[in-house]
Nanobody, 126 residues
Framework: QVQLVESGGGLVQAGGSLRLSCATSGRTFSRYSMAWFRQAPGKEREFVGVQRVSGITYYADSVKGRFTISRDNDKNTVYLQMNSLKPEDTAVYYC????????????????????WGQGTQVTVSS
């Protein structure tokens, strides 16, 4: 069992930055692909990005060039650095974990992730 706890959300002005953290329990953190999703009010949960076990990262087109995922295996923590934030980035952000998957296209799908955090609110004001 893996527990995920997000932190770092808050209110920021457009153009600003935030860094989200996702702390995990367990000793097998390095074996998991770690992803970030977000969900805005009235919308479905959407893929933001993922870092595979190998370290390769994929991002949604909407955040590419602005968001960066990194991880610290010694601290069992994954981060989401968000720069140049826009009002449309406002959402609850969730981290999620799954084992390594060979088919890259599956990482955008909610159902492949075994573990989820409780979410952290990010609000970007215009």
């Amino acid at each position: 069992q893996v527990q995920l706890v997000e932190s770092g959300g808050g209110l920021v002005q457009a153009g600003g930055s935030l860094r989200l953290s996702c702390a995990t329990s367990g000793r097998t953190f390095s074996r998991y692909s770690m992803a970030w999703f977000r969900q805005a009010p009235g919308k479905e949960r959407e893929f933001v990005g993922v870092q595979r076990v190998s370290g390769i990262t994929y991002y949604a087109d909407s955040v590419k060039g602005r968001f960066t995922i990194s991880r610290d295996n010694d601290k069992n923590t994954v981060y989401l650095q968000m720069n140049s934030l826009k009002p449309e980035d406002t959402a609850v952000y969730y981290c999620a974990a799954t084992g390594d998957i060979s088919a890259n296209y599956l990482y955008i799908r909610v159902e492949v992730y075994n573990y989820w955090g409780q979410g952290t609110q990010v609000t970007v004001s215009s």
